[in-house]
């Protein structure tokens, strides 16, 4: 099985397997590829961007939302992957399109990752600040009370 980028129409291999486990048990195979892409949601559907593509800036058809979604995507890939400063970096270009809470807390958790709690703690207060019931920044600001 193989994913197309969108963008340069080059074929992206999947090579690996992953073992995921629902929340009652069950487990289930899901195919991956080692080469880091994702799909991202644009006001033409969504499509899929290979890590060539987008560190080679090819986006330059996009709306700053649209954007925003790209690098938040990948921000969750690098972070996925342990890149946790290449993905705080992709968090910050996406919180640059548009301030979205889920960026925000993302960011918080790169800097939890960094040992720089309270840098962690701000972000997640300004996710919650954006919007109340952000889930995942009031959890994480709970653990720390």
């Known amino acids: 099985m193989s994913e197309i980028c969108d963008l340069c129409r080059r074929e992206i291999q999947e ?3 992953e073992v995921w486990t629902t929340d ?32 080679n800036k090819s986006l330059e058809s996009f709306s700053s939302v649209e954007l925003a979604e790209i690098h938040y995507e990948f921000g969750l890939e690098f972070f996925g992957k342990g890149k946790i400063q290449t993905a705080k970096n992709c968090f910050e270009t996406a919180l640059a399109y548009k301030v979205e809470p889920r960026s925000l807390a993302a960011l918080g958790n790169c800097f939890e990752k960094l040992d720089d709690l309270g840098e962690a703690k701000h972000f997640w207060s300004r996710a919650l600040a954006v919007d109340p019931v952000c889930l995942e920044a009031r959890l994480n600001l709970e653990r720390f009370r």
Do not use: H, M
């Open 24 to 55: 009652v048990g069950e487990k289930f195979v899901i195919p991956c590829s080692d080469e880091l892409w994702i799909e991202a949601t644009t006001i033409n559907g969504d499509i899929v961007i290979c890590l060539d593509c987008y560190r």
């Open 15 to 17: 090579n690996q397997q």
